[in-house]
Structures are given as C-alpha cells and as structure tokens.
C-alpha cells in the first residue's frame, strides 16, 4: 500500500496507460480523481475500480482548455499526486502540416501540462509528500517522420520537467517524467505476433516486446511513492532498450522502401494516445 492515504489527479485517465496507472494506484490505497474528454472511457474505468472502494472520482475535462483546468483544480480539497498523462498525436509533415494541427498537438500534449501544474501547485504545497509525474515519450528524442509537432511538445514535457523540479523543490514538490516506447496490451500483441508490419516493430525492441501499460504504470508508482523520495528532474525511459540502439538492418530497409515510394510517415499503430 505504497500509496495509502494519499490522492492522486490522473490527466488522460481513461486511455490504455492513464487506465492502467489509475489501476495500479488503486492497488496501492490511493484516491483518486480521474480526468478525460472520453466521459464514457471514464465511467467505465470508475466503475471497474469500485472494489477498491468509495474513493475513485472523474471529471470529464479538457486539459487543454485553462477556464476548464482553473474551475476543476480550484473545487479540489487536496491533491498529492499529479499525473499529467493526457496526450496524442496524429500523422503529419513539417511541409504540408497546417498550423491549426501544430497548435492542437501542441496544446494537449504540452501546454496541458503548464496548465495543470500551474494550478496544481497551490494543493501540492500543502501535502506531506507532492510529486508531479509528466508523461513524455521516445520521440523526445529518437524521432520519427510524421511527428514534428509530437516530437517538439513531448522534448518539451522533459525540459519543463526540469524546470518544474527546481521551482517546485523549496517546496518539497519533485517532478519527473516517463518517456514509453511503443505501448500495447500483451494481448494485442499477441494477436498481432504474426503481421509482417508488426515484426519490424518489435525489432527495434531488444527484450522481443514492446511495452505493456503496466510497465509504464509501475514506473509512475516509483516516482510517485516514497520509493523515489530523492528523485527529482529525472526523465525515466521506459522502451525496453529500444533508444539504446541504432535502428536494424530491417528496420532502415522498410524506411528506405517508404522513401522510395515517397512515403514518408511511418505507419504505426502503436498507442499514441495515453
């Protein structure tokens, strides 16, 4: 019961990593308020973690939105833990990307973490143990074609981070954040194992998986708990070793056949959406 007594604000609740974060809390002792555009996502979320009691709340709420994130945090009594974990992206080039998807990627995946860490860090200073989680990704740092604006606001998330736990320290708020590989269900990739296109996935993995929600799930455990009291400003990377290494000889060949197709997007359907 790492987390017993203590109540976490979880942004992007009801995708595949904030949902499985919100379980893992549960299993810890932990209240909650769950946050998400998706009011269905969270209801169903809710209502699978009742057995752990009376303590799960949720809210639909864009994150992106500062009158939203203002009313929501100011009807807050306490907060412990933040979770910024809302986020996605979408498919797109620098050349022929508009400035209206630019903002729009740019705004959930980053500016909601301004937002929510602004008006989250009145709360924090008053618990015993505050810690901010971000949630930031490979692509910070080892890119893909047909994610700049993904890219730019996920290496964004790590520096704001570190700014983050320097301002929050005189009040003993760390921060820290995660950057995930490729994310998907055991179960979705055990039904996927046998797609060529899948194959080259993996590849670039060399544990021969890509990650489960639950790891990234129990890394955010870590540095939320008293398991990582001095750890602050850190961007843990959770991808298997995949950033270790260059990409494979069948990896580059895929990309040098989309290149010559002038296919310049990589076609992943790993879950961008938190």
Known sequence: MLLKGRKAVITGAAGRIGSAIARRFAEEGCSMMLLDLNRQGLEALAQHLKEYGDSIAFMPLDVSNEAEVKLAFAGMDRMDILVNNAGYTRLDSIELGSLERWNEVMSLNLTSVFLCCKYAMPLLRHSKTPAIVNMSSVNAFRVNPGLPAYS???????????????EGAANRIRANCISPGGTISASDQNERAEEPDFAIEVDCYPLGRLGYPEDVANAALFLSSDLSSFVNGINLIVDGGMSLQAPSALVRADLRQRWKQGKYMLESRCDHDH
């Open 152 to 166: 730019a606001a996920k290496s964004g998330i790590i520096a704001l981070t570190q700014q983050l736990a320097i």
